[in-house]
């Protein structure tokens, strides 16, 4: 009688892999009939690292060194490589050791301000040339203007505007809200006239405090900061919601 073992293997493996690029580990499936340089150019999608610069060790299924798949002509499948076997990529490209990606390291070109200055293809002297933001006399000048003119009308807003009056609010693209004045002067968080107003309804952004500094006191979302223009003082008496009503 002819007695015969046939071993069956599975014509593709699971495996675990890791590298030098990455603390992150990765499960992949590969068929054992590639060759070492095929399996590099599949890992090179997977890693991110050239296949030319790769470095491959195999690891068993509990982590130990078992040997590196060095032949790029040999089979996969060649090496014993089981499902589970771990497989860590050394990438030799220089991403390791950070020689492309820390820019710290890279050596930087720097110009004095005196040079720049004299520079004529420099983007600055376009701008000149080209008469581009600041340096449009006409333009800044219209704006310069035109700000001087909106402290004026904010300083003027200002003398009717005091501590303790009835308000409403009106910002464009905002309801109209209802409340009291309790802050008028300047702040340290935007330059210029605001008015802290704390509103009768929980329609604010603060509780009168920004960045840390308290101007005024309210509960938190009933306070808010807002430009004298936006302000009108007169009799605006609290909603009243008829909680009072039989």
């Known amino acids: 009688m002819d007695e015969r073992v046939t071993v069956i293997s599975n014509p593709t493996v699971s495996v675990r892999l890791t590298s030098t690029l990455s603390s992150f ?19 090179e999608l997977v890693i991110g690292c050239p296949a030319a610069s790769m ?3 195999l690891f068993s299924t509990s982590d130990k060194f078992l040997q590196n798949l060095d032949d790029n002509e040999a089979l996969l499948g060649s090496y014993p490589v089981d499902d ?16 492309f990606s820390d820019l710290s390291k ?37 704006r310069e203007e035109a700000h001087v003119q909106k402290e004026e009308e904010e300083k003027a807003a200002l003398a009717s505007i005091a501590v303790g009056k009835r308000c409403q609010v009106q910002v464009a693209g905002q309801p109209t809200k209802i409340g009291t004045v309790m ?8 330059p210029g006239y605001w008015v802290g107003v704390k509103y009768d309804e929980p329609l604010g ?5 920004v960045n840390g500094k308290q101007y005024f006191k309210c509960e938190p979302k009933y306070g808010a900061f807002v430009k004298p223009l936006s302000v009108t003082v007169g ?3 609290e909603e009243d919601y008829g909680l009072d009503e039989m």
């Open 183 to 190: 802050f008028v002067g300047t702040t340290d968080f935007k």
């Open 106 to 142: 890279v050596e930087k070109y720097e110009i004095s301000e005196e040079a720049y200055q004299k520079r004529a293809d420099s983007l600055r002297n376009f701008k000149k040339n080209m008469k581009v933001g600041q340096f449009n006399e006409e333009n800044m000048a219209k």
């Open 235 to 237: 009799d605006f008496p």
């Open 205 to 209: 952004k603060n509780d009168g405090s």
């Open 25 to 43: 580990e990765v499960n992949r499936r590969f068929n054992r009939g590639i060759t070492i340089a095929e399996f590099k150019s599949k890992l």
């Open 84 to 99: 589970d076997c771990r497989i860590h990529v050394i990438d030799r490209s220089g991403t390791l050791t950070g020689a």
């Open 55 to 57: 470095d491959l060790q």
